[in-house]
């Protein structure tokens, strides 16, 4: 069963590559995507905690 689930894990992970590269293909940043997936990923209060501590860094380091 584990050898089962290790090969449609493998499978999974090609096919999730061949989106990224028509994706990167038909022009898109998929550093970006990749980004927004991993916030989509999180609950809107983490999000928000995230960005607010971002925030907080750029304006402590002059980048705001």
């Given at each position: 069963?584990?050898?089962r689930l290790e090969e449609e894990k493998?499978?999974?992970s090609d096919d999730i590559k061949d989106v990224f590269a028509e994706a990167?293909?038909?022009g898109f940043d998929t550093k970006a995507m990749r980004s927004i997936i991993r916030l989509?990923?999180?609950d809107q209060a983490e999000?928000?905690?995230e960005e607010?501590?971002?925030?907080?860094y750029?304006?402590?380091l002059g980048m705001v």
């Open positions: 069963r584990i050898e493998k499978t999974i990167k293909g038909t989509r990923k999180k999000r928000q905690e607010s501590i971002l925030d907080l750029k304006a402590a």
